[in-house]
């Protein structure tokens, strides 16, 4: 079945510094591809997100490129802040409709 | 921005008792879904509507729950006898059909004492 496997945390680092957050995926066909970020005290937010191979989603300074050849989808972010302290999930749909499956999340902790 | 909201945002319950989780989607969207996520773990699917009807379920999703859309813009779940490992955040989350944007609600925790 569909899985979606994330790097464990916590992830701590200093301010400014480089993020990287390991996803890799198992899917039937070509899925879509999703990282939410959830506050702490909050709901889900969606942050990026791709639908098709090579697609790089971003936003608020974060990236993930959709890579079939390593069925990978790894966050990238080039200098933390406090702010982005929060827990990343990743996610996978197989086709429009169908329900979200996620990663166990990693908790990312910034200080300054 | 449109919203999922979903009321409470809290709830206690004792064990055994019924309880119904309200959410309402964004209004031009057709998927709806429940999520649950226990303190500090994984989100995990619940169920799936779509076209009034339950379109996929969990193993997590047994006779205990149960979900309906009873007036158009409501999409409920109901959970017919609390267990303690019921306690979780409850999250709803709907969909339109033109992308693959989902949006979640804020979510309910749900404590059972």
């Known amino acids: 079945g569909n899985s979606v496997t994330q790097m464990e945390g916590p992830v701590t680092l200093s301010e400014e510094a480089f993020l990287t957050i390991n996803c890799t995926y198992t899917?039937?066909?070509?899925?879509?591809l999703f990282w939410y970020v959830q506050y702490p005290g909050e709901g889900l937010q969606l942050l990026l997100k791709a639908t098709k191979a090579d697609d790089k989603g971003s936003n608020k300074g974060f990236e993930a490129t959709y890579r079939k050849e390593t069925t990978s989808f790894h966050l990238e972010k080039g200098s933390v802040q406090v702010s982005d302290s929060a827990v990343y999930f990743c996610a996978l749909s197989d086709q429009a409709g169908t329900a979200l499956i996620f990663g166990k999340g990693t908790t990312l902790s910034v200080s300054s | 921005e449109p919203e999922v909201t979903q009321t409470p945002s809290h709830q206690v319950t004792q064990m055994g008792q019924e309880v119904i989780l309200r959410c309402v989607p964004i209004?031009?969207?057709?998927?709806f879904y429940w999520y649950r996520q226990i303190l500090g773990q994984k989100v995990e699917f619940l169920v799936s509507f779509y076209n009034n009807e339950i379109s996929e379920k969990s193993e997590i999703f047994d006779d205990q729950f149960s979900v309906e859309r009873p007036d158009g813009s409501n999409f409920t779940l109901k959970i017919r006898s609390t267990k303690l490992e019921d306690s979780a955040m409850y999250f709803c989350?709907?969909?339109?059909?033109?992308?693959?944007?989902?949006?979640f609600g804020s979510g309910t925790r749900l404590t059972v004492v």
């Open positions: 209004s031009n969207h057709l998927y």
């Open positions: 989350a709907s969909k339109s059909a033109s992308n693959y944007g989902y949006t």
């Open positions: 899917a039937t066909g070509y899925p879509s």
